[in-house]
């Protein structure tokens, strides 16, 4: 029979944790998110007006600008005048096409209890209608005081009232 011999290491084993293979990992991913990181970013393109403080009595008043303004019940009014939600595109649309496809602007007043989806239908709308620029009010526009009536004059019926030209 042969007899077995056993040869003893020199050593003892090795129960330490290898980091450099940890490390290499580690690089590499690092290397790869520095690469793909700038191709990740988008660009979102917002103009953001310059603030100046006027005084709601100095501010002027245009009579051919579009306010579009969306209460918390859901109903629309455009320029303090409410307007059926079947009726506002049409009747945006007849506003809109009398001006210069520049200065078709329309801006929107929305309470803070308003419906989202009704905002985003009011916007839809207004792009139908054929509106250039959209623009998003974040404090209630004042109204135009009333023009000062003259008492000599004689009343004027709506119905036959000439339309405001831009």
Do not use: C, H, W
């Amino acid at each position: 029979m042969a007899t077995r011999k056993f040869v003893k290491p020199t050593t003892p084993p090795n129960s330490e944790i290898n980091v450099t293979p940890l490390v290499d990992v580690v690089l590499v991913l690092l290397i790869i998110f520095m690469v793909v990181t700038p191709l990740l970013e988008k660009d979102i393109e917002v103009r953001i007006p310059e603030t100046e403080e006027v005084p709601a009595e100095q501010q002027p008043q245009d009579d051919t600008q579009l306010i579009v303004k969306l209460d918390p019940d859901g109903t629309y009014s455009i320029n303090t005048e409410p307007v059926a939600p079947a009726d506002y595109v049409n009747k945006l649309k007849r506003m809109l096409s009398a001006k210069k496809k520049e200065d078709r602007i329309v801006f929107f007043v929305a309470d803070d209890k308003a419906n989202y989806g009704k905002l985003v239908a009011a916007f839809d709308g207004a792009k139908q209608a054929g509106a250039f620029v959209l623009g998003m009010a974040t404090e209630d526009i004042p109204v135009a005081p009333a023009a000062p009536v003259d008492p000599g004059a004689a009343p004027v019926d709506p119905g036959t009232a000439p339309a405001p030209t831009p």
